[in-house]
Every structure is written in structure tokens, then in C-alpha cells.
């Protein structure tokens, strides 16, 4: 598993935090080994051999700490101040204890590798919802070296009583600042991070305040459904997924109405998949920019009705398009309707993000669902 932005969200009335669980592994290297002392800037190959490093962990270590969460605005002010309890027991197993602001104290979000579940105190209610497919990343390191450069400081820096480095990617597109992460070398724990708004203001810091990597669980504490008077509020079953579709399958799917973008702004199509859902037949188009994924989730609509989207709110993606918009634990979505197709965008990316992703999708000034601009059709790249 790679790279892995947690957002510590509830899933509820537009709440939009973003916290950090972003874990690397970094085997016993002269670069790991050399976090003792000061060291020559480190070059871009020894960045880059930091950052490959990290695709192959996340999973390995089990800690538990306390995380401090500012969030800002695109205009620079702040919007949200979050206190967090986190546990992480390896591979793949959280659960975030809110103790700020007031009015989130008290809930708890349990998250495994399926499905997550937010427990909401005050209304004796736990919100089911299953996670996204995996995305495939065979194609992302070169999308990576294409969209950012990787650079790592050679002084170490304290956070949380513990020595780390800083790695920083830089957009080639933007020529700014995307992500900065303070990178405990010893563990490949994030301590610290840092992620910018497209102009270059800040958009969220993340920090923990204390670690321990011995932590004693109590027992139950990743246990779904461990709170017995409260009701199970949504369940979604987990959908069946076929293999990576060929170009044909992707050109005939829903009706022949299905979009195949090769591009969408900076991120580039690297596999489609097809879901067997309650709703029908669903296409999973994978995007990525090499950094961030996003996915495209297109479903062929059985009536007029707009489709509805629990605890979302509304978002004017252009002149002509309203969509909804709804946070869960570790991703954003944004659904709206076009040309008899239900479509969602969803990813670790910032409302504003998404929204120009489906304002490219759904152009105001073009009647078809994705505007002449955009090549509709494969061959899709592998």
C-alpha cells in the first residue's frame, strides 16, 4: 500500500478536517542511519530512492498519540481546529478518538482495510460505510517524476520528541509548494505534515504532540459494533469488482454512454474497473497524478430523480451544474448528473479540487457530458 493521506472527517454536515496517518517504512539504509548527525543536502536520487522506499510501507508499525489539526481556507483563514486520540494497530486498523472541538468530542471513527464506522454519541448512531477499491499504482512513479520534484533537508527537526527529516514535492505544473511531511527515520512515521493550497497557502497542518510505538490496546478497541444501544444508521454491501477492463468493454459500458478520459487536468487514466452493485453496473475509472488518486464512478441513472447522497451538501460546480458534496474518514466525493449518468468523483483532494476536476468533465458551454476537449474514448494508456 502507498502513500496514505487520513482526513479526519465524520462524514456528516460538511465537517472538513484533514489529519495525517501518512506511514513509511524505511529499511536500515546509510541514509536512515545518518538521522544521528547533520548531513550534506541529500540529492534529488537519495529523495527519490526516500520516496520509493515509502510505497512499500505504512503497514509495519503500530502506535497510538495525539494529533493537533488546523485546516484553512484557500483565502488563508482558519476554519477548523481538531484534537484527535489515534490508534494504529498494524497492518490496517485505526480508530480515531475526537476529544475538540466540543460539539465533535466524545466521537470515535474505526476504520479496517472494508469499511469504516463513525460512532456519533449524541444521536446513539453508527454510520457503516464501505471504503473505496484500492487504486492501482504500477504507473504512478513515473506520473510522480513528471508532476513533482522530491527534495529532503539535510538538518533534522524535533516533533513530538522525536528526530525527523523533511520531505518536500514541489509541482512542476504550479511551481509550488504541494506537501511537506517531518519523517521519523527510524519508524517512516509522519510526525508532521503539511499540504498547500494550490496558491500556495497553507491548507492544513497536522502534527502529533506524543507517540508511542508500544502501545497497550484495551481489548475490544478495533471491534465494529461495540457500542450495543446504539443503531447501525447506514449499511452498504460491498460491491463485486471485475478486472481491468479492455478498451472495447470501457466503449460499450452503460449503454454506450460511459466517459473514458485519458486526462483529466494533471491526472492521468490508469485503469478501469467495472463493480456489480445493488444499483447496477458501476464503472471505476483510476486516476492519478503520480502524488494524489482520484476515482470516477459513473453509473447509468434509471430515472430523472436526482440522485441523493447521504450527509452532503450542495456545491455549484459551474454555471449550468450543481453536484453534492460529502467528506467521509480518508476521502472527499462529489457527485452530480449528466446525460443520464450518475457520476462521483472521489479522492484525498480539497473541495475546490474537485469541483474544477468536474467543471473539465462537464464544461458549461458543451452540451455532452465531458465537452469537446477531452479525448472520450481509448485507447486508454497501461
Do not use: C
Request: aromatic content about 10%.
Amino acid at each position: 500500500m502507498g502513500h496514505r493521506i487520513k482526513a479526519v472527517k465524520t462524514g456528516l454536515a460538511g465537517f472538513h478536517t484533514l489529519g495525517l496517518q501518512w506511514v513509511i517504512l524505511l529499511s536500515v539504509t546509510p541514509l536512515a542511519q545518518s538521522a544521528t548527525s547533520a548531513i550534506a543536502p541529500a540529492t534529488a536520487e537519495q529523495a527519490l530512492q526516500l520516496y520509493r522506499m515509502s510505497l512499500t510501507g505504512g503497514e509495519k508499525y503500530s502506535y497510538a498519540g495525539r494529533e493537533y489539526i488546523t485546516t484553512w481556507s484557500d483565502d488563508g483563514h482558519s476554519t477548523m481546529n481538531v484534537v484527535t486520540k489515534v490508534y494504529h494497530e498494524a497492518p490496517d486498523q485505526y480508530v480515531l478518538r475526537f476529544l475538540a472541538p466540543k460539539d465533535r468530542a466524545g466521537r470515535v471513527i474505526l476504520e479496517n482495510a472494508s469499511y469504516e464506522w463513525t460512532y456519533i454519541p449524541d444521536r446513539k448512531v453508527v454510520i457503516q460505510t464501505s471504503r473505496p477499491t484500492a487504486m492501482p499504482e504500477d504507473n504512478t512513479s513515473e506520473l510522480l517524476l513528471a508532476n513533482y520534484s522530491i527534495t529532503m533537508g539535510a538538518k533534522p527537526d524535533i516533533i513530538a520528541n522525536r528526530r525527523t527529516y523533511i520531505v518536500t514535492l514541489t509541482s512542476k505544473i504550479r511551481h509550488d509548494k504541494a506537501l511537506r511531511f517531518w519523517i521519523d527515520p527510524y519508524t517512516g512515521v509522519a510526525l508532521r505534515a503539511e499540504r498547500y493550497h494550490a496558491g500556495g497557502n497553507l491548507a492544513y497542518v497536522s502534527y502529533f504532540s506524543d507517540i508511542n510505538y508500544q502501545p497497550k490496546f484495551d481489548a475490544g478497541l478495533f471491534t465494529p459494533f461495540r457500542w450495543p444501544k446504539a443503531r447501525i444508521e447506514q449499511k452498504f454491501d460491498k460491491p463485486t469488482a471485475s478486472g481491468n477492463m479492455t478498451d472495447n468493454e470501457v466503449v460499450a459500458s452503460l449503454q454506450g454512454r460511459a466517459l473514458a478520459p485519458q486526462r483529466i487536468r494533471e491526472f492521468s487514466l490508469v485503469g478501469v474497473t467495472s463493480m456489480q452493485a445493488s444499483s447496477g453496473q458501476t464503472l471505476h475509472l483510476h486516476y492519478s497524478d503520480g502524488l494524489s488518486s482520484v476515482s470516477l464512478f459513473e453509473t447509468l441513472k434509471r430515472n430523472r430523480r436526482a440522485t441523493r447522497m447521504a450527509g452532503s451538501r450542495p456545491m455549484r460546480i459551474n454555471a449550468r451544474l450543481f453536484g453534492r458534496f460529502s467528506e467521509r474518514l480518508n476521502y472527499s466525493l462529489l457527485n452530480w448528473d449528466s446525460n443520464q449518468l450518475s457520476l462521483t468523483l472521489l479522492g484525498d483532494l480539497s473541495p475546490e479540487t474537485l469541483r474544477d476536476l468536474a467543471g473539465a468533465l462537464t464544461p458549461p458551454t458543451d452540451p455532452s457530458p465531458a465537452g469537446k476537449a477531452l479525448s472520450l474514448r481509448p485507447p486508454i494508456h497501461r
